[in-house]
């Protein structure tokens, strides 16, 4: 039987350089999956212009048409439930999704942010990372939730901070990294044989 594809949506608001890396891990074989649809909640986002000429459905859909973030939420859902998307992924969607989003797809949105959660989440995490002075920051992929970069933990990896490092610098190290992990993250969660156990995500033993 051929191995199914399953149908991806990928959310982004800005550069997409997270949506370029799946694209390119679907297109060489690393991730078996496909994007059935790209939403940006920004006309101007640079990654609708990858998506585009990658030949990827996607739509515009901005926050501002809504009155509320529920009814943002909703018109979100009606869309991907147009597209029976099997995974939401979160790219640098600058938006935080409510509990009319977050249920319609329970344990089935994944975000990627650039820190070792719960260390520095929110805004600007490589800042947070070098204003604290840690030496080591990294990448976590974990299930969307309605509370802000709190959701169970899929996937960490860490990255070192160099002492000579800015803020961009440690920026563009981070993202290495979760270009790698991003595409495996979502792989992983796909293949099934996990479950959430509290907190934790618990993969059971690849065989
Ligand atoms: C990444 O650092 C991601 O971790 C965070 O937003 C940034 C998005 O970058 N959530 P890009 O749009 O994928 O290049």
Redesign the pocket.
């Given at each position: 039987m051929e191995k199914r594809s399953d149908p991806l949506a990928l959310l982004?608001?800005?550069?997409?350089?997270?949506?370029?890396?799946i694209i390119d891990a679907i297109s060489d074989g690393r991730l078996r999956a496909r994007i059935a649809i790209v939403i940006s909640n920004r006309p101007d986002?640079?990654?609708l212009e990858r998506a585009r000429a990658t030949g990827l459905e996607t739509r515009v859909m901005p926050h501002t048409a809504h009155a509320t973030r529920d009814d943002y939420d909703r018109a979100l859902v009606a869309e991907l439930e147009r597209h029976r998307v099997r995974l939401v992924c979160?790219?640098?969607?600058?938006r935080r999704l409510g509990p009319a989003f977050c249920d319609a797809f329970p344990h089935a949105i994944l975000?990627?942010?650039?820190s070792l959660l719960p260390a520095f989440p929110g805004m600007h995490?490589p800042r947070q990372a070098l204003d604290h002075g840690v030496k080591v920051t990294g990448?976590t992929v974990h299930f969307g939730t309605p509370e802000l970069d709190a959701g169970p933990i899929v996937m960490q990896a860490a990255v070192p901070v160099h002492d000579d490092d800015t803020e961009d610098s440690l920026?563009a190290r981070?993202?290495v990294t979760?270009h790698r992990v991003y595409p495996e993250a979502i792989q992983r969660v796909l293949d099934g044989g996990w479950r959430i156990e509290g907190r934790r995500v618990v993969f059971s033993p690849r065989v």
């Open positions: 982004i608001s800005g550069r997409g350089s997270n949506l370029s890396a986002a640079a990654g979160l790219a640098g969607f600058m975000n990627i942010h650039p995490a990448v920026a981070i993202l979760e």
